[in-house]
């Protein structure tokens, strides 16, 4: 089938599930939290997960914005991972050129980039830094279980330390530290509007290579996809216990011109003995207001587990692999 590109704005949330494990750590190995204690993730924790996602299973897109080293192992700088990814030269490209070249990458469709390339010595490459505002935008994750509870645990090594000053060899191991979360359940809204880049194309693509550029129908089928499998895909140690829960989304008709409050608010979340269950009755009553401006709104979740009680009017229910679920 012919991709088209896509026009259509849409508004939804993921929940990502974390038990005994640390989905997103800060600096010092602990779950981030909120002044007031409130446990949360940072966009970029789920950002990253798409992006792994669709490196290693969509071999056939381009994923731009991912660590990659030189043959010292070293990372690339900026201009050395744009040469290197796109097999040209920053400084020889121009504006136009270098556009082009970003947006042919699926990430950058979906998350904009910010482009100041430095060259030698780390000075401005002059006439180079872009800037591509994304059409998908996420929020941070809020977790919204009842108990936030961290706790820590002491992990061995099997080496001692060579730095020890106690004296040249220790019969004693290495200890170290870890920190997780009990459990948690986070909560990112999202939200797209493949306006943002409208612009930008037009003054970079020809009408031949429009498609090549811009967010598409398949863009977006696979952006759902990596949002309710790329948690579970990626795997380490302090995320083992972190899965996909939920995908909400609403896609809008092409002319609509309403705008969709932060989902991430209007959920409530209980334990009724037996599974979690989340209440959507504040967005079914927001989404019924705007029924005739609304094309479609999906629901991606495992029922043996999960319970969702005032699920909105026609909103069709699928696992996360993506069946459709029956009856």
Same mark, same amino acid.
């Given at each position: $089938?012919?991709?088209?590109?896509?026009?259509?704005?849409?508004?939804?949330?993921?929940?990502?599930?974390?038990?005994?494990?640390?989905?997103?750590?800060?600096? #010092?190995?602990?779950?981030?939290?909120?002044?007031?204690?409130?446990?949360?993730?940072?966009?970029?924790? /789920?950002?990253?997960?798409?992006?792994?996602?669709?490196?290693?299973?969509?071999?056939?897109?381009?994923?731009?914005?991912?660590?990659?080293?030189?043959?010292?192992?070293?990372?690339?700088?900026?201009?050395?991972?744009?040469?290197?990814?796109?097999?040209?030269?920053?400084?020889?490209?121009?504006?136009?050129?270098?556009?082009?070249?970003?947006?042919?990458?699926?990430?950058?469709?979906?998350?904009?980039?910010?482009?100041?390339?430095?060259?030698?010595?780390?000075?401005?490459?002059?006439?180079?830094?872009?800037?591509?505002?994304?059409?998908?935008?996420? #929020?941070?994750?809020?977790?919204?279980?009842?108990?936030?509870?961290?706790?820590?645990?002491?992990? $061995?090594?099997?080496?001692?330390?060579?730095?020890?000053?106690?004296?040249?060899?220790?019969?004693?191991?290495?200890?170290?530290?870890?920190?997780?979360?009990?459990?948690?359940?986070?909560?990112?809204?999202?939200?797209?509007?493949?306006?943002?880049?409208?612009?930008?194309?037009?003054?970079?693509?020809?009408?031949?290579? $429009?498609?090549?550029?811009?967010?598409?129908?398949?863009?977006?089928?696979? /952006?759902?996809?990596? /949002?309710?499998?790329?948690?579970?895909?990626?795997?380490?140690?302090?995320?083992?216990?972190?899965?996909?829960?939920?995908?909400?989304?609403?896609?809008?008709?092409?002319?609509?011109?309403?705008?969709?409050?932060?989902?991430?608010? /209007?959920?409530?979340?209980?334990?009724?003995?037996?599974?979690?269950?989340?209440?959507?009755?504040?967005?079914?009553?927001?989404?019924?207001?705007?029924?005739?401006?609304?094309?479609?709104?999906?629901?991606?979740?495992?029922?043996?587990?999960?319970?969702?009680?005032?699920?909105?009017?026609?909103?069709?229910?699928?696992?996360?692999?993506?069946?459709?679920?029956?009856?």
């Amino acid at each position: $089938m012919k991709d088209k590109i896509f026009k259509k704005r849409a508004y939804g949330f993921v929940v990502i599930k974390a038990i005994n494990s640390n989905y997103n750590a800060d600096f #010092t190995g602990q779950p981030r939290t909120l002044p007031n204690g409130t446990v949360y993730a940072t966009d970029k924790a /789920l950002k990253y997960t798409v992006r792994y996602y669709l490196d290693n299973e969509y071999k056939d897109k381009k994923v731009f914005i991912f660590k990659r080293t030189n043959n010292n192992l070293n990372p690339y700088t900026l201009a050395e991972s744009y040469n290197n990814f796109f097999n040209t030269n920053v400084e020889k490209d121009d504006k136009k050129a270098i556009i082009k070249n970003l947006l042919s990458a699926v990430d950058v469709r979906f998350f904009g980039v910010t482009f100041a390339p430095k060259g030698n010595g780390g000075k401005d490459i002059k006439d180079k830094n872009i800037s591509i505002h994304g059409p998908v935008q996420i #929020t941070h994750g809020i977790n919204i279980w009842k108990e936030g509870n961290i706790y820590s645990e002491q992990i $061995m090594s099997p080496f001692r330390n060579p730095s020890d000053k106690e004296g040249a060899e220790k019969s004693a191991s290495t200890l170290g530290r870890q920190s997780k979360l009990e459990e948690g359940h986070y909560i990112h809204h999202f939200s797209i509007n493949p306006k943002t880049i409208e612009n930008i194309i037009e003054n970079v693509a020809e009408e031949e290579n $429009m498609i090549e550029l811009a967010l598409t129908e398949n863009d977006i089928s696979i /952006l759902k996809e990596a /949002l309710r499998k790329g948690v579970s895909y990626y795997d380490s140690s302090s995320k083992s216990g972190v899965e996909n829960e939920i995908l909400f989304y609403v896609e809008l008709n092409e002319n609509s011109k309403i705008v969709l409050p932060n989902f991430t608010d /209007l959920i409530k979340m209980k334990d009724d003995g037996e599974k979690r269950c989340f209440d959507l009755k504040v967005i079914k009553d927001e989404l019924e207001k705007y029924k005739a401006e609304i094309e479609k709104c999906e629901i991606y979740y495992d029922k043996n587990i999960i319970c969702i009680k005032n699920l909105p009017e026609d909103c069709v229910e699928y696992t996360l692999n993506g069946e459709k679920y029956e009856g």
